[in-house]
């Protein structure tokens, strides 16, 4: 379990003072996997290197794991009132696992020998080095690489190595900053299904930074997202993608689906998002509740409003499926304010993207607010 309550860091610079983290605060259950999505400056590295403490937030509260809490004042960690020791720090860390987005292995070693080089001042001996770099490169599929060069590996296989040497020490937590923005769609791929497999094999609490939305929707239980410092968003990765709340969610969100295309389109002014007077320009989400039911079609027959269909996605989300649709709706001007209601009554959140000007006298607030 990771606890972080009201971290707040600050740098100094020559240039001015740069405040990272703002009041972040977040819980991350125990064997769970916990997405931290931002762009670049949100505050998301400088907030991962605070959890292991290679960086000293200026306040706030961390529990990591089973430890009692660590409070942080004026920029120094203390338990119990008492400033923690380099002791104490070093055993955090090692409860720790670091994977990063360029590797970080040393070129010169072997994969073998990167894999036991953290192993190499804990006291083991060679027969237990040995067995234990050998069980960790079964986990990681790479028995057949142990005497290879790094400069031999790809990408993937760099990062399988840079997964297992952060695994020797049988850490609870791994953190990943950005683990896979160095790879291929391909390798990326074949990561996330390694690291998900390690979370349910190990249960091993997995934690990651990234500016990929696809990333998160592919193996994450809840997410956070983080924007100038501040966490503005939080919650499980279906309620995120299914109604985001925020408009950097919104944009995330757009990013990893194919209905993000119509805010370009529109944006461009490209015809197919062009309507005429009369028509609204909408896009759909059909939540659990409706997917799968002929929502539409009743909602033609009972209302006569009809629908051109530009854009359709559907997916499923930690077991739960989730599908979007963009399109133009067109009628009279009481049959689309019934089709909307009608929609929305039958759990079908409904966004009005563009209005061609039919309900310009008519009641028009109800239209505009998402269901």
């Known amino acids: ?217 592919r193996i994450a239980d809840r997410v956070a997202v983080m924007e100038e410092g501040r966490i503005v968003e939080e919650g499980s990765v279906y309620d995120l993608f299914s109604n985001p709340g925020t408009e950097i969610s919104r944009r995330f969100v757009a990013s990893s689906s194919l209905l993000g295309k119509i805010d370009r389109m529109i944006r461009d002014n490209a015809d197919l998002a062009n309507v005429r007077e009369g028509e609204l320009l909408v896009r759909l989400t059909f939540e659990k509740e409706c997917v799968g039911q002929h929502v539409l079609t009743s909602a033609a027959k009972e209302t006569g409003v009809d629908l051109n269909l530009l854009l359709a996605d559907a997916e499923y989300l930690q077991g739960s499926p989730l599908g979007g649709i963009v399109g133009i709706l067109s009628g009279t001007p009481e049959s689309i304010e019934k089709g909307i209601d009608y929609l929305r009554n039958h759990h079908v959140r409904t966004e009005v993207l563009q209005d061609g000007g039919v309900h310009q006298n008519r009641r028009t607030e109800s239209l505009h607010v998402p269901g």
């Open 1 to 217: 379990m990771i606890e972080v309550k009201h971290l707040n860091k600050t740098f100094h610079l020559k240039s001015g003072d740069v405040t990272a983290l703002r009041d972040v605060s977040f819980r991350v259950e125990k064997g769970s996997i916990y997405g931290i999505i931002g762009y670049s400056g949100a505050g998301k590295s400088t907030l991962v290197r605070c959890l292991n403490l290679l960086e000293y937030a200026d306040s706030g509260e961390l529990r990591i794991g089973d430890d009692r809490e660590i409070v942080l004042q004026q920029g120094r960690p203390a338990i119990g009132g008492r400033k923690m020791t380099a002791r104490q720090e070093n055993a955090l860390r090692r409860g720790i696992g670091m994977i990063f987005q360029h590797f970080n292995l040393l070129d010169r070693l072997t994969v073998f020998d990167n894999i036991a080089y953290p192993l190499k001042h804990t006291g083991k001996n060679r027969i237990r080095i040995r067995q234990r770099v050998m069980e960790l490169l079964e986990l990681v599929g790479l028995t057949d690489k142990a005497d290879v060069f790094p400069s031999q590996l790809s990408g993937g296989q760099k990062q399988r190595v840079a997964i297992a040497r952060a695994l020797a020490g049988n850490p609870p937590i791994l953190l990943s900053d950005e683990a896979t923005s160095a790879l291929d769609p391909e390798a990326t791929e074949s990561i996330l299904t390694l690291l998900k497999e390690l979370n349910r094999k190990l249960g091993i609490t997995v934690v990651l930074i990234t500016h990929e939305m696809a990333v998160v929707k």
